[in-house]
């Protein structure tokens, strides 16, 4: 019984952190969020709409700094102010902005976000167990060993997820009319509009594909339909 104590402690910790990470989510997002209103931007929104065969699409504005949107658990998506801010001020077009909300979009309809959350919790239950095992077994290097190994795991089931969600906005924004051209064009805008340099690392180790990468894949995807 003692030996499965490491994995029962784990399974525990897991469920507590999916709890408490779902709990804490839900909260900032509620206390740092407000509805996005743009006419600009709701003309875009709408197309969306219409191509999934829905009223509307509610957008937030998540009131942090960095580039980047994101799809909650609960399905509410958001792009933070400093994407909003790109916008106004030209950086990005409502067409790419349009781009950004259909990839969160994709993420909540193939059910990212929500596993994202179980797989984060899963993921520090399954640290937690490896560093137990691998401490008894390498001294001193066996909790780094194990949160390495746990980050790798978890960069590439974020690569794969970035990958499926692509595919998911560039089919609606075909849809929709908008066309690919624009995705693309955020791509390439990203490491700036970021300050990204992501290119110095080895793309395994990224939570994101590569820009050319997405792109090629994008490409594929239009030669096959265009078939």
Not at 74 to 93: C, E, L, M, N, P
Not at 96 to 110: D, F, K, N, Q
């Amino acid at each position: 019984m003692l030996r499965f104590t490491p994995i029962l402690l784990a399974i525990l910790y897991g469920i507590a952190m999916y709890r408490f990470s779902a709990w804490r989510t839900a909260r900032e997002l509620d206390a740092q969020s407000t509805e996005l209103a743009d006419p600009v931007l709701k003309q875009v929104t709408d197309r969306l709409a219409a191509a999934l065969e829905l009223p509307r699409i509610r957008v937030y504005i998540y009131e942090i700094a960095p580039v980047n949107g994101l799809a909650a658990p609960d399905g509410r998506i958001f792009i933070t102010r400093g994407f909003y801010d790109k916008f106004k001020q030209g950086a990005v077009t409502a067409e790419e902005m349009a781009s950004v909300i259909a990839h969160e979009l994709g993420h909540v309809a193939l059910g990212h976000s929500r596993r994202r959350m179980i797989d984060f919790s899963g993921q520090n239950a399954l640290r937690t167990a490896m560093a137990m095992v691998l401490s008894r077994l390498l001294p001193g290097i066996g909790g780094y060993l194990a949160t390495a190994l746990t980050r790798l795991l978890a960069a590439r089931l974020s690569r794969s997820d970035e990958y499926e969600a692509d595919e998911y906005a560039a089919a609606l924004l075909t849809k929709a009319g908008i066309g690919t051209g624009a995705q693309k064009d955020l791509f390439r805008k990203l490491e700036a509009l970021t300050k990204s340099n992501s290119g110095a690392a080895p793309a395994w180790l990224l939570s994101h594909p590569k820009t050319p990468e997405r792109i090629k894949a994008i490409e594929k995807l239009e030669a096959r339909w265009q078939a």
